[in-house]
Structure formats: structure tokens, C-alpha cells
Antibody, heavy 116, light 109 residues
């Protein structure tokens, strides 16, 4: 069974950096597409970007380009979402998704809280 | 930019009833439309794709229709576990572009 396992919840201060991860625990796919979706508290779903594990070339939603960095390590079937300088407005649940035509498999989510 | 608009924002219904949720695209998206269900404190789950194809293990009481700009999700014989938030999504895999609607909350009357 394909499962995406995300890293644990994080509490950070404004200005700090952060990198969260998402691993295909089944090591099923070597060339899969992993996307990231943000859900701010009490709000809807927003697609942030997507990366192909095979060539590690990300595509960003216009709303998130320049705000985050998406990367991947094909050797361990893991994708990453990174911030260089967090803001309070980055407080949200972040989901990774495995794209199999559509967002077929979702990670359990990583809660990121940014507070001084 | 394609905008996905769902209506209504909230729907109050009783178990056993049949309900229809709407999703409208600002321009034609063909049949590249998916529906997701999200329960409290859970990750979303794929229900339907291609506007009308049920995902694996999705009960037959969930059905979808539409193409172009108008889509519907119909849930027949509502069960208690169906009360959740439902999102539609336009998907385009190349170049990658994915747009969610704002969601419809289905609550118990």
C-alpha cells in the first residue's frame, strides 16, 4: 500500500528557517510526482507546488513562488518543503500528496506553528 | 487563472437524504475535475476524478457529473460519516496547475 509519511509538528519563531519532509514509505515509485498543499487554520486547501522525484524539477503555484522551496531526494523517495524565513502567516497544516493523475494519496499532514 | 466556485458554502441536511453540491469553473476545464472529502482533523480523501469516476473504495452513493464549467457531486442516502467538507479541484498535469474550490460544509440538520 502506498503511504506518504510526513515529518512531525514544528513550532518556530518568526525569521527562523524550516524544512519539512514527506516520504513514500512503500518506496513504490521512483519517478512519482509529490505535491504540497497548505491549509491555514479553519480555511480551505491551497496547492503550493509539485515536484517530480525523478528529475527534482519543481513547479510552483504563482501564489507561492519565491515564498517556499520544494526539493526532493530521489534516492530515499522523499520530498521537502522549505522556508528560509518564517512568518506568523505561515502557520498552517501542510499536506504532501502523491499525484497519480489526481491527488490520490495524502500524507497525514505536518502542523507548522510560527509564533514569537 | 481558473477560479473554482462552490455552492452553497454550508448545507444542512438530515441523514438518509440526497444532496447535491455544485462546483463552477470560471472557464472550461473539460472533465479535469476531482472531488475530495475532508473530515475534522483528517487529511482530505479523493472521492471522484474525471468528474464522475469514483476512486478506489468509494461507496456508490457518491456520484459526480458535469463537464466544461458546471459540475455536481451527489450523495444519496446520507450516512453519518458523510458529514464533512467537500472540495472540488481542477487539475491540469502539464503544465502542473491545480485549483481548489473554497469548499462546501455538509452539516447535520
Amino acid at each position: 500500500e502506498v503511504q506518504l509519511v510526513q515529518s512531525g509538528a514544528e513550532v518556530k519563531k518568526p525569521g527562523e528557517s524550516l524544512k519539512i519532509s514527506c516520504k513514500d514509505s512503500g518506496d513504490t515509485f521512483s519517478n512519482s510526482w509529490i505535491g504540497w498543499v497548505r491549509q491555514m487554520p479553519g480555511k480551505g486547501l491551497e496547492w503550493m507546488g509539485i515536484i517530480n522525484l525523478g528529475d527534482s524539477d519543481p513547479t510552483y503555484s504563482p501564489s507561492f513562488r519565491g515564498q517556499v522551496t520544494i526539493s526532493a531526494d530521489k534516492s530515499i523517495n522523499t520530498a521537502y518543503l522549505q522556508w528560509n524565513s518564517l512568518k506568523a502567516s505561515d502557520t498552517a497544516m501542510y499536506y504532501c500528496v502523491l499525484r497519480m493523475n489526481v491527488f490520490a494519496v495524502w500524507g497525514q499532514g505536518t502542523m507548522v506553528t510560527v509564533s514569537s | 487563472e481558473i477560479v473554482m466556485t462552490q455552492s452553497p458554502a454550508t448545507l444542512s441536511v438530515s441523514p438518509g437524504e440526497r444532496v447535491t453540491l455544485s462546483c463552477r469553473a470560471s472557464q472550461s476545464v473539460g472533465s479535469r475535475l476531482a472531488w475530495y472529502q475532508q473530515k475534522p482533523d483528517q487529511a482530505p480523501r479523493l472521492l471522484l476524478y474525471g468528474a464522475s469516476t469514483r476512486a478506489t473504495n468509494i461507496p456508490t452513493r457518491f456520484s459526480g457529473s458535469g463537464s466544461g464549467t458546471e459540475f455536481t457531486l451527489t450523495i444519496s442516502n446520507l450516512q453519518s460519516e458523510d458529514f464533512a467538507i467537500y472540495y472540488c479541484q481542477h487539475y491540469n498535469n502539464w503544465p502542473p496547475l491545480y485549483t481548489f474550490g473554497q469548499g462546501t460544509k455538509l452539516e447535520i440538520k
